[in-house]
């Protein structure tokens, strides 16, 4: 099974075999390959509501790329599921024409609930022993944040999307290289009502463990642990503390783009946003009184392939 994860920051592949059913309802996917690249397809369409046609073009070029990759592994169904960019772009009909033409099937432009069920379904299966339910599931993207809460045994108790992506917020707040003060907190401000409203909509205070989705989460936890080389096998399912995620926002917010790159865990796109991507994660802790955050690299690309099963 081949599943496409397109946000509004990054393209993601998983080629990946089933697990017979016979294994057991938490047995693992067998990855074949996982790509990721940086093509920003939601340049900019904070602003003008339209997705740019040179974003259009680097995510095509991507594309192309695994496509090539889906044919030569035989693969036997494709998904690929688009997210927050192209449900907001008055333009998405150019993004669907054109991933029809490269991959030859058409995107699914899901809805927000859609995008956090598939990210609570990745995340949770496979999750260690002592990650007590129920979870708060957070996936921070580019454009948007899904929270889910629920169990492995009853499924989704509720989810909900709002516009708080780590692209989004840079664009719309983070201005400065660093940022002044005054940018953070606007931002700040931004968030904390969105995710007030999310925690509202779904009982993500009654939550027991939060587990954070997506590059902006993997990233802060690198840097928290230390590490000197991004080593997924040593970030998923990592937990850290709420006082080394506030330590390691407020190193990023104080930083100018060329020094963050200078991490060695840093990858080159995530660079410029990566401060509004762990704002939002610190702002969630905050908002829903939970001190540790166990990271999964696992989300909506796991999910989008679990549900060709």
């Known amino acids: 099974m081949a599943a496409i994860d397109c946000g509004t920051n990054s393209i993601r592949l998983l080629i990946a075999d089933l697990p017979d059913p016979s294994a057991g309802p938490q047995a693992p996917l067998t990855d074949v390959s996982r790509r990721m690249e940086i093509v920003r397809l939601g340049q900019g369409v904070d602003q003008t509501g339209r997705l740019a046609p040179e974003a259009i073009e680097r995510t095509r070029v991507a594309l192309a790329d695994y496509a090539a990759e889906i044919e030569k592994s035989g693969v036997a169904r494709v998904r690929m599921c688009a997210t927050s960019a192209s449900r907001d772009a008055s333009n998405a009909c150019d993004f669907r024409d054109m991933v029809e033409r490269t991959l030859g099937v058409p995107p699914e432009v899901v809805t927000g609930d859609e995008e956090a069920r598939l990210s609570f379904t990745g995340a949770v299966r496979g999750l260690p022993a002592e990650a007590e339910p129920p979870y708060l599931v957070v996936d921070i993207g580019g454009g948007s944040t899904e929270f889910v809460v629920g169990t492995r045994e009853s499924g989704v108790r509720g989810a909900i999307s709002v516009d708080i992506g780590c692209v989004r917020m840079t664009e719309r707040h983070l201005h400065g290289d660093p940022p002044t003060p005054a940018q953070v907190a606007a931002a700040e401000a931004d968030i904390a009502a969105a995710v007030d409203r999310a925690l509202a909509a779904v009982p993500g205070r009654d939550a027991a463990t939060l587990v954070g989705l997506a590059g902006s989460v993997t990233t802060v936890v690198a840097l928290a642990k230390g590490l000197r ?26 930083k100018s783009r060329e020094q963050r790159l200078a991490h060695p865990v840093m990858h080159p796109g995530r660079a410029d946003v990566i401060g509004a991507g762990a704002l939002v994660l610190r702002v969630i802790m905050e908002r829903a009184g939970l001190s540790s955050v166990v990271a999964s690299e696992h989300d909506i690309l796991d999910g989008i392939a679990w549900s060709l099963a």
């Open 229 to 254: 080389e991004y080593d997924p096998s040593r970030i998923h399912h990592a937990r850290v503390s709420y006082a080394q995620v506030a330590e390691v926002t407020a190193d990023l917010l104080g």
